[in-house]
């Protein structure tokens, strides 16, 4: 998958000291030349991770001649980049929700429609002073971080298949102190766990597995497993509705992150295992369907 990243080297790039404005356009070239998006973006990202510069100051320092010794490890980043490695993972952090998480290839990269379920269950738990939350299939823990710190009084339960995702998910609740709030696990779905929760978070694998090789080069570097949904997509998801009849109390919500063309297939599901449900759909910022939340014994007076 990785490529060694001393090929393709750029002389032109370590052999002759270069302005900020220079730099700027020749990683934006040659992030064209790949065929990255974002490439004016990216070329500011990289310059102000490997020169520690904020905005302020890059847009403020465009003269500014950069010493050959800090060149290399711009050389480094874009070699990697230009192999469609995700920036994310190349320096190691991704922001979500304003703030930053540490991740690797071993998580997934976290998205803005991720922000949205956090943001649903934010708006849905206003005023609610003290409630279980369990976060299925965590990864670097962004969702249960993210609320933790939001709902200072909220209890956490974060489960993942992997270990090493785990890992990483504590990394970053130890980083943003709220390590205390969270109880983490490695298994698979709800895992040992005999609890039943007032929330029920989770952004499962939904892809089907015969779109995962047409997926864009970047999407090769990210766990297979965080990204595979079974033949259609839904049956990570299914299985989770499945097993959650044991965790839920009759006040309990579910939020499960969706693709939009699965939504009347999960919809149906839910009826079946909770014919007493309130199902509430929301749509991202393109407008599609994207967060399903199920109240399983929905208590709406009629």
Do not use: C
């Not at 922000?115 to 969702?143: K, P």
């Not at 939020?255 to 079946?272: G, M, P, Q, V, W």
């Amino acid at each position: 998958m990785g490529k060694d990243s001393s090929h393709g080297r750029s002389q032109s790039l370590i052999e002759q000291e270069h302005s900020i404005q220079n730099l700027r356009s020749y990683i934006t070239v040659k992030l064209q030349q790949s065929g990255i998006a974002d490439s004016d973006i990216e070329t500011d990202i990289i310059i102000m991770e490997a020169l520690n510069l904020n905005r302020v100051e890059l847009a403020s320092s465009t003269k500014l001649i950069i010493p050959q010794s800090q060149l290399d490890n711009i050389e480094s980043i874009l070699n990697r980049r230009v192999q469609r490695e995700p920036l994310s993972y190349i320096l190691g952090n991704q922001p979500f929700y304003g703030l930053d998480f540490s991740i690797n290839s071993h998580t997934l990269i976290p998205r803005p429609e991720t922000e949205l379920l956090v943001e649903e269950i934010l708006n849905f738990t206003e005023n609610i002073r003290s409630l279980s939350v369990a976060d299925i299939g965590t990864g670097s823990g962004v969702i249960a971080v993210s609320l933790a710190i939001m709902r200072p009084d909220y209890g956490f339960y974060a489960v993942d298949i992997s270990e090493t995702a785990i890992a990483v998910a504590h990394q970053n609740a130890n980083k943003h102190k709220v390590s205390h709030q969270i109880t983490f696990e490695v298994g698979d779905l709800f895992a040992s766990t005999t609890e039943q929760f007032d929330i029920i978070a989770s952004n499962l694998p939904y892809i089907p597995t015969d779109r995962i090789s047409k997926l864009e080069k970047e999407l090769s570097w990210e766990p297979i497993q965080a990204l595979d949904g079974g033949l259609d997509g839904t049956q990570v998801i299914s299985k989770l509705l499945e097993k959650s009849t044991l965790h839920v109390k009759r006040s309990s919500t579910i939020f499960l992150e969706i693709d939009n063309s699965h939504a009347n297939t999960l919809i149906n599901l839910t009826k079946r295992i909770y014919p007493l449900s309130k199902i509430t759909l929301k749509q991202d910022l393109q407008g599609f369907d994207r967060i399903l939340i199920i109240e399983p014994f929905d208590a709406t007076p009629t």
